[in-house]
């Protein structure tokens, strides 16, 4: 496969997941400083963009609207939904020789739909709607796509993001010292609120909740599945045939942070939590820097010399 078709495909499967994944951290906390009289907005949406990877002006106090202005309809800025759906359109139009018909016309649809802004009323539907493109979007894929390299660099890409995002999710629950969500509210968000009551059958606590989605081996968008799925990617994209340890660097980073989740106890990660999921998103960009240097190596364009 031609190292620009499996760029683009890394790169749909990320922007695809990232605009879910905004779209789910937004929605719990945009909603939590609507109903809590308590926090205090322009810290609370701070804290938001500084997780979100974004900076925030210093001359003017912040809103809930100022954040959805910047992380949701704002088509040049890198965090926001809209620039992440208008990028995994333009990577599957690189890639168009590859991508199906199907995934094309969704994403396309998907891009010229998406408003140029949301009112405060139709805020929550607008999130849903993006939970739903982001999951075609992904359906279409999975439905139809040989598992040859093509779905593996989707699913590598898409794998690391979700890592990313579940962290970043879970670095929000102390985004202000008066009141953060609840882990409820958190786990509504990542889908996972049924299928972690069907596995700890209790009204959630800090530890199981922060155990589930940290370290559960079979929930689909747990840290832990995500980095271990990636993993798999790698090792199925080029299998090794060395005896001792592991070249590929990106694999190796992942395995550690994924031995060292494995391997700390869940009172030690609850008790320095930010810094933990600040951990797992360094490795995470480590980790697709490295991905982008083994497989997407870029080279300087040519320059023709006439001759003498």
């Known amino acids: 496969m031609l190292s620009r078709i499996a760029e683009s495909l890394f790169w749909i499967g990320r922007y695809i997941e990232r605009s879910d994944g905004t779209a789910r951290i937004l929605d719990v906390h945009l909603q939590l400083l609507l109903e809590d009289p308590w926090i205090e907005e322009d810290t609370a949406c701070r804290a938001l963009l500084s997780v979100m990877g974004s900076s925030a002006p210093d001359d003017r106090e912040l809103s809930r609207e100022d954040v959805l202005a910047l992380l949701a309809v704002d088509r040049t800025h890198p965090a926001s939904i809209a620039y992440s759906l208008g990028a995994a359109r333009e990577n599957a139009r690189r890639a168009r020789e590859i991508v199906s018909t199907e995934l ?3 994403l396309n649809t998907t891009r010229a739909r998406m408003p140029r802004r949301v009112s405060s009323e139709k805020v929550h539907e607008f999130f849903a709607w993006i939970r739903e493109r982001a999951a075609l979007a992904v359906g279409v894929i999975e439905s139809s796509t040989s598992r040859d390299e093509s779905w593996l660099f989707f699913t590598l890409g898409r794998s690391i993001e979700r890592a990313d995002m579940t962290a970043r999710l879970l670095a929000t629950r102390s985004l202000t ?19 972690y009551l069907r596995t700890y059958r209790g009204v959630p606590s800090a530890r199981n909740a922060a155990e589930f989605l940290l370290l559960d081996r079979l929930f689909p968008r747990s840290v832990l599945f995500s980095v271990s799925r990636a993993e ?9 045939s060395e005896r001792v340890g592991v ?9 550690q942070i994924r031995s060292q989740l494995e391997y700390t106890p869940i009172a030690e990660v609850l008790d320095d ?13 480590a980790a697709s820097e490295a991905i982008r240097s083994r497989y997407f190596p870029t080279s300087a364009a040519p320059s023709w010399i006439g001759e003498d």
């Open 177 to 195: 010292e008066v009141s953060g969500p609840s882990w409820t509210t958190i786990l509504r968000s990542c889908g996972a609120y049924e299928a």
């Open 247 to 255: 070249s590929d660097q990106a694999q190796r980073l992942l395995g």
């Open 104 to 106: 094309w016309e969704c």
């Open 273 to 285: 939590l930010p810094r933990q999921m600040d951990a797992v998103q360094d490795v995470t960009s």
């Open 232 to 240: 798999e990617c790698l090792r199925e994209l080029e299998p090794r």
